[in-house]
């Protein structure tokens, strides 16, 4: 089911889990319970929204560890890893872009995450926090895909 016929239906909890696809060896689904037993990352945000500010500290795991886990499938030219585009969107559609070059720990090594926790209470879905972003505009809430181009 697309994100856009989720979001059509909204009888439809908000995700307990996010599926990973594209340009990996294996592309899965990732439950909130498997990513609570990875390597938490915590990450403080003090941003501005379109709304309200968003504050707090979350936890989640990093996205490139999920990513990395997939295994990345690279073209045969030079530095052809420099070329993903990561699209993560929520059940409402909402979706954003990332690069490789800033989640990469051997790059900028970002500590974007997959949070499941903001200031110690879990939250229902899973969201994607963006840390440095001043207006955290690709904060993404319920999300449903990764897809790594």
């Known amino acids: 089911m697309t994100a856009q016929a989720l979001a059509a239906d909204t009888d439809v ?9 594209g340009a990996v060896k294996e592309p899965n689904s990732i439950t909130k319970e498997e990513l609570s037993r990875l390597p938490p990352v915590d990450v403080s945000l003090n941003a501005k929204t379109d ?4 504050q707090g500290t ?3 795991v990093l996205l490139w560890t ?10 045969s030219e030079k530095n052809a890893y420099l070329k993903h ?3 993560v969107s929520g059940v409402d559609g909402y979706t954003v872009a990332l690069s490789e070059g800033e989640i990469d720990p051997k790059l900028e090594g970002k500590q974007v995450i997959v949070a499941y926790m903001k200031d110690g209470k ?3 879905g899973l969201r994607l926090i963006v840390p440095g972003d001043a207006h955290a505009a690709r904060d993404v ?3 449903i895909t990764i897809e790594v181009k």
Request: charged share 25%; net charge negative; no cysteine.
């Open 85 to 87: 585009t990561i699209l």
């Open 141 to 143: 809430r319920d999300l």
């Open 58 to 60: 979350f936890r989640g």
């Open 13 to 21: 909890p908000p995700p307990e889990s996010v599926v990973l696809t």
């Open 66 to 75: 999920l990513i990395d886990r997939a295994g990345l499938v690279n073209g």
């Open 51 to 54: 709304k309200d500010p968003l």
């Open 122 to 124: 879990l939250f229902d």
